[in-house]
Every structure is written in structure tokens, then in C-alpha cells.
T-cell receptor, first 113, second 114 residues
């Protein structure tokens, strides 16, 4: 069975500071990995995804994530936080294209001025 | 117009009542999903459908049922609602086939069972 662990349910960063959200996964097969973002009172939207191509994946809004197989990690980063980055972020894994997603518990990001 | 819509957006009901949540999509996708979101638990899959004739249970299907009325419509029912079904419910869609792994989410339905 697959599982996803997001370290830290809440993260607080200052505007302009680095955003780092941690995600570790377990999967019996090479995984497909995703980061989704949920803004207040909205559904989830895709930030970026890893599907066995380049290990450094660039997404929307300046976010990127690096797939590290040896560490079973897919951490999300953004060099400089903006107030508009305040949201909840979810890491997810699936076994194959178009397959079911297993989500982590989510990390809520607060951005301080 | 939104590609994935959910109705109602908010619902308050009482224990024992039957509730139906509806999802419609204009994306032309074959695959549809129902999730519930609870604080600290992320999203958990309730049911999914890979086409109109294919319905599958997810990890937390007990107490729920679904109906895929057409490619574009996928409804979730709570036959007899209970308080621990209070949650935010999301519908999602995706294409089928290689390289079609992104899921598209509706805005959610907030359900409160008293």
C-alpha cells in the first residue's frame, strides 16, 4: 500500500523567505508524485508533478520539487514567499498514470508580512 | 464557467437523513472520484469510476453509495447520515490513458451532520 507523510501540519514563513514543505512517500513501485494547493474556500489545483522524467520539477507560481529516490522524498520549495502563497499544500502519490491518488495530511502555510 | 461543479456548496442536515451530493463536469473526462477532507487527514478516496459502467470502492466507502448517471455526472449519497460524516467533500475528474494523471477538483461541498 502507498502512503504519504507530510512533516509539519503548519508552517509559518516571512514574506521573502524560503518556503520548504516536506513530503516522504512509500510505494512498492516507482511512483507518480504530485503537489496540489488549496486556497481558502476553493478546491485543489495542481502545482506540479513528477512522472519519471526529470527529477527536478518546476511548477506554477515559482514552486519546484525534487524527487530523491534514495530518500523517498519529494520536498516542495519556493525561494521567496509571497503573501499569495498562504494556502494548504498536499503531497500525493499514485502508482501509475490516471490511477488513484493517496494524499498526505496537508501542510498549511502562513505568510507573515 | 467552472469545469467541475458541485451542488450544494453547503448543507446542514440531521442524523438519519438521506443526503445526495452531486457533481457535474464539462471536461469530457471518463474518470471521476469522490473524496472527503478532514483536518490533518488530507483527502481520502470514497469511490471512483473509470467509466459509466465502472464503479469502485475507495478506502472509506462504508456508509456511502454512488451513482454514475452519465459520463458527466457522478453523485454521492449518504443513506443515513451520521455526525462523523461531517466533512468537506470533493469531486474530481481525470482523463484516461497514458500521461493523463492530473486530477481536476470541484470547489467542494461542506456537509454538517447534526
Amino acid at each position: 500500500a502507498q502512503s504519504v507523510t507530510q512533516l509539519g501540519s503548519h508552517v509559518s514563513v516571512s514574506e521573502g523567505a524560503l518556503v520548504l514543505l516536506r513530503c516522504n512517500y512509500s510505494s512498492s513501485v516507482p511512483p507518480y508524485l504530485f503537489w496540489y494547493v488549496q486556497y481558502p474556500n476553493q478546491g485543489l489545483q495542481l502545482l506540479l508533478k513528477y512522472t519519471s522524467a526529470a527529477t527536478l520539477v518546476k511548477g506554477i507560481n515559482g514552486f519546484e520539487a525534487e524527487f530523491k529516490k534514495s530518500e523517498t522524498s519529494f520536498h516542495l520549495t519556493k525561494p521567496s514567499a509571497h503573501m499569495s502563497d498562504a494556502a494548504e499544500y498536499f503531497c500525493a502519490v499514485s502508482k501509475a498514470a490516471g490511477n488513484k491518488l493517496t494524499f498526505g495530511g496537508g501542510t498549511r502555510v502562513l505568510v507573515k508580512p | 464557467d467552472a469545469d467541475v461543479t458541485q451542488t450544494p456548496r453547503n448543507r446542514i442536515t440531521k442524523t438519519g437523513k438521506r443526503i445526495m451530493l452531486e457533481c457535474s463536469q464539462t471536461k469530457g473526462h471518463d474518470r471521476m472520484y469522490w473524496y472527503r477532507q478532514d483536518p490533518g487527514l488530507g483527502l481520502r478516496l470514497i469511490y471512483y469510476s473509470f467509466d459509466v459502467k465502472d464503479i469502485n470502492k475507495g478506502e472509506i466507502s462504508d456508509g456511502y453509495s454512488v451513482s454514475r448517471q452519465a459520463q458527466a455526472k457522478f453523485s454521492l449519497s449518504l443513506e443515513s447520515a451520521i455526525p462523523n460524516q461531517t466533512a468537506l467533500y470533493f469531486c474530481a475528474t481525470s482523463e484516461s490513458g497514458v500521461g493523463t494523471d492530473t486530477q481536476y477538483f470541484g470547489p467542494g461541498t461542506r456537509l454538517t451532520v447534526l
